[in-house]
C-alpha cells in the first residue's frame, strides 16, 4: 500500500495563476476559490460505472479534506500514527514523494470528524499554508516538506478553537496568509507570508459595533421586508433589527425561571444516580429551544424511568412550541438504590433541561430533592433559592450550557453577560465560544479597497486587507449555534453566505456611506438554502447547492439574483460540489458520484456512479477537479479518475 492523503471538508483559499496548458487547483475551492475550474476538455457525460479509474492509493490516514493539485504534485493533511502530517505525492501515478510531521494528532472530544485534519493547503509558488486541527499554522517547502515558520492561533494570537476544532484553509493573498483565530483580541490575523510574522489582529466587535455595523433589511416594492417573502424565520427577522441580540436569553413560558431552560443534555442515553431506596416522585423539565426545530415531529424520542415507558415522545407537541416549558412528572419506587431513565433517539436527539428528584412518604422532609440542571457547568440558583446542580449522572450525549448558542459561553468579544454559559460547549471546550466558525475566507474588491470577508460562527464580515480593521458585518447567514462551515461567495456585486441548523442562505449588497465606510444591505433570505457544508457554485445566474443539514438534503437551485427556487430534486442527494467544463461534479454524503448539466429549468443528469470501497463514515471531502483528472478521497483512500475527453 503506498500512502498519500487527502483532506477537510471545511475550506481553504485562493491561489496563484497558473499556466494556459495547466489548469491546477492549487487551494481550497480551485484557483478563485469559488469551486470552478476554467478547463475544457472534459467528458460531457460519463459511461455507465463512471469514468476510468487512473490510479488509486490508500494508506493515507484520517482526514476529510480534499488535496490540492499544483506543478505536478498533490498535497493534502492527514492524521497517521498518532501524527498529524502533510504529505506531497506525484500527480503522475500517486506516488508518495515526501511526508512532514507537525506535532502530535489532535483530540477532538465530539465524534464527528475525528479522524483528521480538514484544511486543503494552499500552494504559493514553491510555499504551501496549512492549519492543523489545533491551530497549527504552517508553512513548508514544495519541493522537500520542510517546515519554513510555524505559528499557533491559540498560543500566539488568544484563539479559541471550536468545537469541530479549526477547519479553515489558510487565504493567501499578495504577502499575506490570512486566518481565523477566533479569540477576543483576534477574530482573524494577517501574517506575513514570507516569515510568519504578525501584520495585523481584527478586534471583534463591541455590542454597540453589532448595531451600528448590521447589514439593514430591504424593503421589497410593496413595502415588505425581503426576507419575509422568502421564508425567514420569525426569530431571525427580529434579531437583526436588534442588532443581532439573537443569543441573549430567550423569556420561556409556563415558568418563572427561564434561565433554568437555557442549558440542555441533548443525545444521550440515559441519566443514572445512585439514591436510597423508597418512594420519589421524578420530574423531568423539557422546552424546546432549537432553532431547527420548527415543528412537531421533527424530535421524537422515548425515555424510559424505572420501567415505565413514554414512548413517541415529542417537546413541541407537549408543550405546545418553541420556548415553551414542559414537566412530566413520574412516580418510583426505588429498590436498588439507583435511579435509572434510558433514552431512545427516533427522530432528531433526545433533550431535556432539567431532572429533580424529590423524597416521598414519611421521611420525605428528612431527605433533600436533588435537582440538576442539564447541560449547565455551573449550580444555579433558581428565583425560589432552591439549588439546582451542575450537569451529572447523565450516559452520553453533549452538554450545551447555553441552549440559544448550542454552546452558550460567549463568543470572543461578546460583552460580559450577553451570553450566558460557562466552559465547554458548542462554543470551544475550556473557554468561552470561538469567533472562528469553519468556513474559509475569500479576498474581494469594493469600490477600490481589497477586502477579506469570512463567515465567522456570529456573521459574514468584512475587514481591511490593508489593516484589518472590521468594515461590516451581515448576521442572518449564521445561524444560532455557530456552525457556519460553507465558503462565501461574492458575484455580480452580490455576497451570499448560508448555514443549515434551521437557518438557511442571506444575499447582500454593500454600499459605500457618505462618512466613507460600508454596510452590507440585504438583498434577500432564502430559507430554502441550507447549505450544511458541500459549497454552493453560481452559474449563469443560477445558484446551486444542497439544502439540508443533519438529517440529508438534495440539491436545489435558485435565482441568484431573487432567491427564488427554480427547482430541487431529491434525485440529487445532499453532497459537495466543484463546476469544471459546463458540468456539476457533485460528490453524495453517501459516496455517489453524480455529473450534472446546469439547468435553470430541471435536474439534468450526465452519469452517475457508486465510489468503490466506500468507508462507513460520510464522503465529506470535496471532490477536485484538475487537469483532466478527478479526485475523490474517502479517508486513508484517494482514488483518481481520468475525465479527460478524447
Known amino acids: 500500500m503506498r500512502t498519500p492523503a487527502f483532506l477537510a471538508s471545511v475550506l481553504c483559499l485562493a491561489a496563484p495563476a497558473v499556466g494556459a496548458d495547466k489548469f ?11 469551486a470552478v475550474s476554467q478547463e475544457t476538455g472534459l467528458l460531457q457525460e460519463w459511461p455507465e460505472g463512471g469514468p476510468p479509474l487512473a490510479w488509486r492509493v490508500e494508506g493515507l490516514g484520517g482526514g476529510d479534506s480534499a488535496p490540492a493539485v499544483a506543478d505536478g504534485r498533490i498535497f493534502g493533511m492527514s492524521a497517521r500514527d498518532g501524527k498529524e502530517i502533510v504529505w506531497a505525492l506525484s500527480e503522475a501515478d500517486g506516488e508518495e514523494i515526501w511526508i512532514t510531521t507537525l506535532g502530535d494528532a489532535v483530540e477532538q472530544r465530539v465524534p464527528q470528524s475525528q479522524e483528521g485534519p480538514a484544511c486543503t493547503p494552499t500552494v504559493d509558488g514553491d510555499r504551501l499554508y496549512v492549519l492543523g486541527m489545533g491551530g497549527r499554522l504552517a508553512c513548508l517547502s514544495v519541493d522537500g516538506g520542510d517546515v519554513l515558520w510555524q505559528r499557533s492561533l491559540v498560543d500566539d494570537f488568544g484563539g479559541v478553537a471550536p468545537t469541530w476544532s479549526y477547519r479553515e484553509s489558510p487565504l493567501v493573498d499578495g504577502d499575506k496568509v490570512v486566518c481565523t483565530p477566533g479569540g477576543p483580541e483576534a477574530l482573524l490575523a494577517a501574517l506575513d507570508k514570507l516569515t510568519g510574522e504578525t501584520i495585523w489582529k481584527t478586534s471583534p466587535p463591541s455590542a454597540s459595533d453589532q448595531a451600528a455595523g448590521e447589514a439593514s433589511p430591504r424593503s421589497a416594492p410593496d413595502g415588505r421586508e425581503s426576507r419575509g417573502d422568502a421564508g425567514r424565520p420569525p426569530q431571525a427577522e427580529t434579531a ?10 430567550p423569556q420561556i413560558a409556563g415558568t418563572k425561571d427561564s434561565a433554568l431552560f437555557q442549558s440542555e443534555r441533548w443525545g444521550m442515553t440515559g441519566f443514572q444516580k445512585e439514591i436510597p431506596d423508597g418512594s420519589y416522585l421524578v420530574k423531568l423539565y423539557f422546552a424546546e429551544t432549537y432553532a431547527g426545530i420548527t415543528g412537531s415531529g421533527e424530535r421524537v424520542f422515548s425515555f424510559d424511568v424505572e420501567g415505565k415507558e413514554f414512548e413517541d415522545f415529542d417537546i413541541w407537541e407537549k408543550a405546545g412550541g418553541r420556548d415553551k416549558a414542559y414537566i412530566e412528572s413520574v412516580p418510583v419506587e426505588i429498590m436498588d438504590g439507583r435511579l435509572d431513565v434510558t433514552f431512545t433517539r427516533q427522530v432528531e436527539n433526545p433533550a431535556i433541561k432539567a431532572i429533580e428528584i424529590i423524597r416521598r412518604g414519611d421521611d420525605a422532609e428528612n431527605v433533600a430533592p436533588i435537582r440538576i440542571n442539564a447541560g449547565r457547568t455551573t449550580p444555579f440558583t433558581d428565583s425560589e433559592d432552591r439549588v439546582w446542580l451542575a450537569d451529572q449522572g447523565f450516559v452520553g450525549g453533549q452538554g450545551n450550557p447555553g441552549t440559544m448558542n448550542f454552546g452558550g459561553a ?11 454559559g460557562g466552559r465547554g460547549g458548542f462554543g470551544g471546550f475550556g473557554g468561552g465560544r470561538s469567533g472562528a466558525a469553519y468556513s474559509s475566507p475569500i479576498a474581494i474588491d469594493f469600490e477600490g479597497e481589497r477586502q477579506y470577508v469570512q463567515l465567522t460562527s456570529d456573521a459574514l464580515v468584512g475587514v481591511a486587507a490593508s489593516d484589518g480593521k472590521l468594515l461590516w458585518r451581515y448576521a442572518a447567514p ?19 453566505a448560508s448555514s443549515a441548523y434551521g437557518n438557511g442562505g442571506g444575499a447582500a449588497k454593500l454600499i459605500e456611506e457618505p462618512g466613507g465606510g460600508v454596510k452590507a444591505e440585504e438583498v434577500y433570505f432564502a430559507r430554502e438554502m441550507q447549505n450544511h457544508h458541500g459549497g454552493m457554485i453560481v452559474t449563469d445566474g443560477a445558484l446551486y447547492g444542497a439544502n439540508g443539514g443533519n438529517e440529508g438534503g438534495f440539491l436545489t437551485c435558485l435565482d441568484f439574483a431573487t432567491g427564488d427556487v427554480l427547482w430541487r430534486d431529491r434525485d440529487a442527494p445532499k453532497g459537495s460540489l466543484v463546476m469544471a467544463d459546463g458540468r456539476l461534479y457533485l460528490r453524495a454524503e453517501g459516496g455517489e ?19 468503490p470501497d466506500r468507508t462507513s463514515l460520510p464522503a465529506w471531502a470535496h471532490p477536485v477537479v484538475a487537469n483532466g483528472k478527478l479526485y475523490v478521497r474517502d479517508q486513508g483512500l484517494l482514488l483518481c479518475y481520468n475525465v479527460k475527453a478524447e
Open 478 to 496: 449564521a445561524n444560532r449555534m455557530g456552525i457556519n462551515i460553507s465558503t462565501p461567495i461574492y458575484r455580480d456585486g452580490i455576497l451570499f
Open 410 to 420: 460567549s463568543p470572543a468579544g461578546a460583552p460580559a453577560g450577553q451570553r450566558r
Open 593 to 611: 458520484l453524480l455529473l450534472i448539466e446546469p439547468s435553470r429549468e430541471e435536474l439534468i443528469v450526465k452519469g452517475r456512479f457508486d465510489q
Open 240 to 249: 437583526d433589527r436588534r442588532g443581532d441580540d439573537r443569543n441573549s436569553a
Open 24 to 34: 491546477d487547483w492549487p487551494q481550497w475551492q480551485g484557483p478563485d476559490r469559488d
